[in-house]
Nanobody
């Protein structure tokens, strides 16, 4: 079955950086476009970034463009999110999933940006 395990979240000061990781299993990872999503308290889950199956193309929400970078390693079945210049409004639980999401979601990883 599909398993997605996110890690790397932490408490960080505004302007800081974090790198999130996602380990995927249970499907042919190299054939699937992957995304990072986030859900802030009291808000709906939103799409943050997407990377194609080959890693050759990426797309970002306007709110993170120029600050976040999505990447993947198909040999390791892993997808990453490098987050720089973090802002308080980036505080959320971050999830990885396919661009067309599987019904099964991981537990997410908490990112808190606060001084």
């Amino acid at each position: 079955q599909v398993q997605l395990v996110e890690s790397g979240g932490d408490l960080v000061q505004p302007g800081g950086s974090l790198r999130l990781s996602c380990a995927a299993s249970g499907f042919t990872f190299s054939r699937v476009a992957m995304s990072w999503y986030r859900q802030a308290p009291g808000k709906e889950r939103e799409l943050v970034a997407t990377i194609t199956s080959s890693g050759g193309s990426t797309n970002y929400a306007d709110s993170v463009k120029g600050r976040f970078t999505i990447s993947r390693d198909n040999a390791k079945n892993a997808v990453y999110l490098q987050m720089d210049s973090l802002k308080a409004e980036d505080t959320a639980v971050y999830y990885c999933n396919a661009r067309a999401p599987f019904s099964s979601w991981g537990q997410g990883t908490q990112v808190t940006v606060s001084s």
